[in-house]
Nanobody, 123 residues
Framework: QVQLVESGGGLVQPGGSLRLSCAAS????????MGWYRQAPGKERELVAR???????NYADSVKGRFTISRDNAGNTVYLQMNSLKPEDTAVYYC?????????????????WGQGTQVTVSS
């Protein structure tokens, strides 16, 4: 299986910055897409930013120009640099990876989520 371990998050004032990290570990898998989603109280989980299968990047309109997603050379760790944070960015942020699991005689796709990290933007 695949484990996603997140770090970062916390409390920050409006206009401040935070950086989230997510590392994927395990064996016998390849990453298809990897990125970040968030869920605010009473709202559905939504995409924040992610790398697609082709290596392109998708951003939610609400974070364009403020958030930047990046990854390490191996592609197993992604980062989310969040600048100019607003109170409406307050949410639990979840790392997500869609992967292909490779076994001796078969392979299949699966989706994994991190445990979530709280980001609170408040004065």
């Amino acid at each position: 299986q695949v484990q996603l371990v997140e770090s970062g998050g916390g409390l920050v004032q409006p206009g401040g910055s935070l950086r989230l990290s997510c590392a994927a570990s395990g064996s016998g898998f390849s990453i298809n897409t990897m990125g970040w989603y968030r869920q605010a109280p009473g709202k559905e989980r939504e995409l924040v930013a992610r790398f697609t299968r082709g290596g392109r990047i998708n951003y939610a309109d609400s974070v364009k120009g403020r958030f930047t997603i990046s990854r390490d050379n191996a592609g197993n760790t992604v980062y989310l640099q969040m600048n100019s944070l607003k109170p409406e960015d307050t949410a639990v942020y979840y790392c997500n990876a869609d992967v292909t699991i490779m076994r001796i005689t078969t392979f299949y796709e699966s989706r994994f989520w991190g445990q979530g990290t709280q980001v609170t933007v408040s004065s």
